[in-house]
């Protein structure tokens, strides 16, 4: 896995990540990967604030290692937006993490919403997806 994500950092136009954060994938994107692209690509994130060293990803905007970002995260969940060095960039998009709000994303909310409740109330709470006690 390793070497093949050292080979499409080197060669993409286009960098997204839409994984979620675990303990595997914290500091994903770092200097290491940011100093292997070669093509000077757009990096969007779409996935978890913490999967990117953001100093790393700051330093790549200004080394010219990357053309832009796109970020619906942060890696601060309540960031200072008036002093974060990401915001008010002119090669940087900003986004309240709002990517995903699609007309199928709100249906599936919807769906699984009610299919929880009918679990719940049946007692099947093993089937309830995220459930919360």
């Known amino acids: 896995m390793g070497f093949y994500r050292f080979v499409i ?6 960098i997204t990540n839409h994984m979620n954060l675990n ?12 100093q292997k ?18 100093e790393d990803l700051v330093e790549a905007l200004d ?5 832009g970002a796109a970020l ?18 002119t090669n940087v998009l900003v986004t309240p993490h709002a990517a995903f709000y699609t007309t199928n994303s709100i249906r599936e909310l919807q769906r699984i919403s009610a299919e929880n409740i009918v679990y719940y109330l049946r ?3 093993e089937k309830v997806f995220r459930l919360v006690e």
Do not use: W
């Not at 950092?9 to 286009?14: R, V, Y």
């Not at 080394?63 to 053309?67: D, E, F, I, R, V």
């Not at 890696?75 to 960039?89: I, S």
């Open 72 to 89: 619906d995260v942060l890696a601060d969940e309540t960031p200072d937006l008036v002093n974060h060095p990401l915001v008010g960039r």
């Open 123 to 125: 007692g099947e709470k």
């Open 63 to 67: 080394s010219g290692s990357l053309k």
């Open 9 to 14: 950092f080197a060669k993409a136009d286009i």
């Open 37 to 54: 692209m070669q093509q000077t690509p757009y990096f969007l994130n779409m996935g978890r604030g913490a999967c990117i060293v953001e």
């Open 23 to 34: 303990a595997t994938n914290i500091a994903f994107f770092a200097k290491k990967h940011f």
